[in-house]
């Protein structure tokens, strides 16, 4: 099984509809993030949370929001999505005992918005 | 704001020969830097991790340097090989908003085919 798993894998979906990804992870470690990537670009962080009760604004937090459930679970909503949120999705982990701060990925989550 | 720019965007090479990828970025008070693969429709798997306070690191026929003072670092493959085909990114961590946190900013990446 993968230390951080995200659910769907592939998406598709209308504009205007409220839709959620979620991540959950096994490794044990309090800080999650939220990445998106387009094709050609980097990945840019969305949201980021270094325990159940803390939430931060990435670079482009605009349009999405989040819920740490647990500090097993981040979940990213999209409220109404758009065309342009159409993008690859990725979840990661640290651990914050890590002085590296060494992240893990999920494997992604491919959302298109028609 | 760290920018991170890596050259080139793609590279495609006969197997066997020696690359270099190079990735700058323009504030060069770091914390460290780190090196990924992509493999199409997957994940980052970490390959190298360089502290701020190092030169270089090792792994295999990978091989990557940190010249903090000019802003680079490169991820020098050996004898490549078809199965290095991937995308290859650069992630530099600086210091959060927040504060005592490490937030990596990340390049495009460069895409690299290696044809047998």
């Known amino acids: 099984d993968a230390d951080v798993t995200q659910t769907p894998r592939n998406r598709i979906t209308k504009t205007g509809k409220r839709i959620m990804l979620e991540c959950s992870q096994t490794?044990?470690?309090?800080?999650m993030y939220w990445y998106r990537q387009d094709p050609g670009l980097g990945l840019r962080l969305i949201y980021y949370?270094?325990?159940?009760?803390?939430?931060n604004k990435g670079e482009i937090s605009d349009g999405y929001s989040v819920s740490r459930q647990a500090q097993a679970k981040f979940s990213l909503s999209l409220e109404s999505a758009i065309p342009n949120q159409t993008a690859l999705y990725f979840c990661a982990t640290s651990d914050k005992r890590d002085s590296k701060n060494i992240q893990y990925f999920g494997a992604g989550t491919r959302l298109s918005v028609l | 704001k760290q920018e991170v720019t890596q050259i080139p965007a793609a590279l495609s090479v006969p197997e066997g020969e020696n690359l270099v990828l190079n990735c700058s970025f323009t504030d060069s008070a770091i914390y460290n830097l780190q090196w990924f693969r992509q493999d199409p429709g997957k994940g980052l798997t970490s390959l190298l991790l360089i502290q701020s306070s190092q030169r270089e690191q090792t792994s295999g026929r990978l091989n990557a340097s940190l010249d903090k003072s000019s802003g680079r670092s490169t991820l020098y493959i050996a004898a490549s090989q078809p199965g290095d085909s991937a995308t290859y990114l650069c992630?530099?961590?600086?210091?959060?908003?927040?504060?005592?946190?490490?937030?990596?900013?990340f390049g495009r990446g460069t895409s690299l085919i290696v044809h047998p």
């Open positions: 992630a530099v961590r600086g210091r959060a908003a927040s504060g005592g946190s490490y937030i990596p900013t």
């Open positions: 490794k044990g470690h309090d800080r």
């Open positions: 949370s270094f325990d159940v009760k803390d939430i």
